[in-house]
């Protein structure tokens, strides 16, 4: 069976994994993410490549900063952007997520940037598009976030050079984290030796041993030597489920502090796809201090989010 | 009408009966085998060379979506498809819309089935108003009106007191109690089997000790009570080890497999099929060969389509909003003769799974070729393949995850009171 985000070529149609993303695939997202990083340092910061081409972003789940980013990126390829909040349209009137597909397609998108609460929808989304249409998974339920995943890889080899003699922790909420997955998978095609997990029991998914991670639930132990941290975010709601019994608990053991980051090697370096819960999963002196490279982040998700949407484009 | 079958090998699992014989059929039963009676005058005569002749299957679980899901399928269409299937006898489980809980929605439903004069129907009756696991259904006044046993069909009795009171009920009246073994706080929100494939997906699990658990405590009510209790769809490796110590220990307890689980795992999900959202979910390899195992030698007893016709719109949909269940009569038979063959049991054995030792189950007539017995007959070709497509299903649900596959063994007639009824 061919992945559906591959076309008949072996080519990337769509974005909707990391997972089966051949390594040499990832590091020409990222080695074309590299030539567009300039273009934002531009006095124009646009380049012609998608000029006439229409990107519907499709925001089932709402996300403000993950929109714009692709927004942005859209737009400096000199893209024409159309935002569509669904959640407060079509599928609230009870129109189902195809027909809605079906709808927007006849409007001659070339692009979809799809999130959505669900693991999966945007494989279904591409399974029924026609062939002139390109998908990109901006986030599917606990699923895979790709684009967070390679603007992170982007982010480790920019400070880190060379992946393949790295250790990498991430920690907190595994279990319901898109991100991890992708940043996991991603991490392990690109030939990182060495992927911790760090959680309680609760938080943590069953496989990941069979995804080539090692757990921690003793934080300290896990972040011993590593040179990259990748915190997650923490959301309020897991305190209902019986997974946590407060915030406050869950930052003294598994919050990221000077003290536990000094357990780390010298020069690691610490990530976090934001927002942030400052406070609950991270310390601000961390989020703040001089490891930290979370604004980098965001600068080069714009220019992974370009080369992404160019790389497709360009593909039958 | 007297209908004489020539040439055909007959199969009857109950007495080991297997040889080429003619088979003589008058007033809806089996009049002789061999040679025919005197004075017995064939008005029809079925060429059957090179075709197996069995009892008609008895499936242990269709839901035909009547009353209240008619928009997904109507007894018309599903007892179309259990006769393509060569089914002639189906327990439908009390799901549907209202719930089967009071005894005149059982009589209209039977007078339904009676009314299509097709394949008998044996409804089971909710084992508590509503499914909801607080109040006892009137069980004799079910009992009366047509029901042959009590069920929760997915839903679990979450108050344990009330379920030991159902089974201490059902017990004073001889009633089988049916429960899907699935314990409703451990496979809450779950949607796949919580396993490496769930944690790559990002699905939400259903762990094994969901079944695990609800065993532990259905065996210890047994043991306690008395109740017979058949177990519905065991899913995992681990529920088929507690099963087979149960059945050591003497526990009054049956159960049955969905076909689909002796041939699908969760790695079957691939990219989000929705087809393979089902209740309960595909385990692992381990789990369904442990299935297949089981059922051959014998500590499942029988094996069952789970038939439930899925429309579009439920279906078409992310895979954890997807309802569950696939359309199934009509492959119960192919599957079951590939996990025959794949196993290496003999086709007797196999076919006895779905005739004799479901009738036992189901305590209902049928599930047998004897002179006497209701003339209810499957007609196969074993050999026969055929591709699994929405053209070639007369079910109204054409959701399966074996769309597309080819399928060996082909139903050529099916009989009912001596009727041919599909052909």
């Not at chain 2, 084992?127 to 009366?144: P, Y």
């Not at chain 2, 997906?201 to 532990?216: D, I, K, N, R, Y």
């Not at chain 2, 992310?318 to 009569?329: N, S």
Request: charged share 20%.
């Amino acid at each position: 069976m061919r992945h559906p985000q591959l076309n008949e070529h072996g080519e990337l149609r769509h974005l909707l994994t990391i997972d089966g993303l051949p390594r040499d695939v990832i590091t020409h997202i990222l080695d074309t993410a590299a030539s567009f990083l300039e273009v934002s340092d531009r006095a124009v910061k646009k380049v012609p490549l998608l000029r006439g081409k229409s990107v519907f972003n499709l925001f089932f789940e709402n996300s403000t900063r993950t929109r714009t980013t692709f927004e942005i990126a859209a737009t400096r390829l000199s893209a024409d952007v159309v935002n569509l909040d669904v959640r407060t349209s079509s599928t609230s009137k009870g129109e189902s997520l195809l027909d809605t597909i079906d709808n927007l397609a006849a409007m001659n998108a070339d692009m979809f940037v799809v999130r959505h609460a669900q693991s999966g929808a945007p494989f279904m989304i591409a399974q029924h598009v026609g062939p002139g249409l390109h998908v990109i998974n901006a986030g599917d339920g606990r699923h895979a976030h790709p684009t967070q995943g390679l603007l992170d890889m982007y982010t480790i080899r920019h400070f880190k050079k060379d992946l393949t003699n790295l250790r990498v922790a991430v920690v907190g909420d595994i279990l319901h984290s898109r991100v991890a997955r992708s940043d996991i998978q991603a991490l392990t095609t690109l030939g990182v030796p060495e992927v911790r997990a760090i959680g309680p029991l609760t938080l943590l998914p069953p496989g990941l041993k069979e995804m080539g991670v090692q757990t921690y639930t003793d934080m300290r132990e896990g972040l011993r030597g590593v040179d990259v941290i990748i915190m997650l975010r923490l959301q309020n709601e897991r305190m209902r489920g019986a997974l946590l019994p407060s915030a406050q608990e869950y930052f003294k053991h598994y919050g990221l502090t000077e003290d536990k980051l000094a357990l780390a090697a010298p020069d690691a370096i610490v990530m976090h796809p934001g927002p942030m819960n400052r406070g609950v999963e991270i310390e601000s002196a961390v989020a703040d201090g001089r490891q930290s490279v979370i604004l980098s982040q965001v600068t080069f998700g714009i220019a992974v989010r370009m080369a992404v949407m160019s790389i497709l484009a360009g593909t039958r | 009408m007297n209908i004489t079958i020539a040439g055909a090998r007959l199969i009857d699992p109950a007495s080991g009966l297997d040889r080429v014989e003619a088979l003589h059929l008058a007033q809806g039963r089996i009049a002789a085998m061999g040679d025919a009676p005197q004075g017995f005058v064939a008005e029809r005569r079925i060429e059957a060379a090179g075709l197996v002749v069995c009892p008609g299957l008895i499936d242990l679980s269709a839901r035909l979506r009547e009353p209240g899901f008619e928009y997904k399928a109507t007894l018309e269409s599903e007892m179309q498809a259990a006769l393509a299937g060569g089914v002639t006898s189906l327990l439908c489980p009390p799901d549907t819309d209202p719930v089967l809980d009071e005894p005149g929605l059982v009589e209209m439903l039977k007078h339904r089935a009676r009314s299509l004069d097709q394949a008998h129907l044996y409804p089971l009756g909710a084992l508590t108003i509503g499914l909801r696991g607080e109040v006892l259904t009137e069980m004799a006044e079910l009992a009366e009106a047509g029901c042959v046993g009590f069920s929760q069909a997915n839903e679990a009795v979450a108050d344990t007191q009330v379920l030991a009171r159902a089974m201490q009920y059902a017990r004073s009246f001889g009633y089988t109690v049916w429960i899907q073994p699935q314990d409703p706080h451990l496979s809450r929100g779950g949607v796949a089997h919580s396993g490496p494939v769930s944690g790559r997906l990002g699905l939400s699990g259903v762990p094994v000790t969901a079944e695990t658990v609800a065993l532990h405590t259905l065996f210890e009510l047994v043991r306690t009570n008395g109740c017979r209790v058949h177990l519905c769809r065991i899913s995992s490796a681990r529920g088929v080890e507690l099963l087979r110590e149960a059945r050591r220990e003497g526990l009054p307890v049956t159960a049955d497999v969905a076909v689909h689980h002796l041939h699908l795992t969760d790695v079957d999900i691939g990219f989000f099929d929705s087809n393979c959202r089902v209740v309960p979910p595909f385990r692992t390899q381990r789990d369904r060969d442990a299935l297949c195992a089981a059922l051959a030698d014998g500590t499942i007893d029988a094996v069952c389509s789970d038939h439930t016709p899925v429309d579009d719109d439920a279906k078409l949909l992310p895979f954890g909003e997807a309802e569950p269940g696939v359309t199934g009569l009509e492959l119960l038979l192919p599957l079951t003769l590939s996990w025959a063959q794949r196993q290496g049991v003999p086709l007797v054995k196999a076919l006895s799974r779905l005739t004799v030792d479901a009738a036992r189950i189901a305590g209902c007539e049928g599930g047998q070729l004897a002179v006497g017995a209701p003339a209810d007959l499957c007609i196969f070709d074993p050999g026969q393949a055929w591709v699994v497509s929405p053209s070639s299903l007369r079910s109204q649900g054409h959701h399966t995850p074996f769309i597309h596959r080819e399928v060996l063994g082909r139903v050529k007639y099916t009989l009912v009171s001596g009727r041919v009824v599909h052909e």
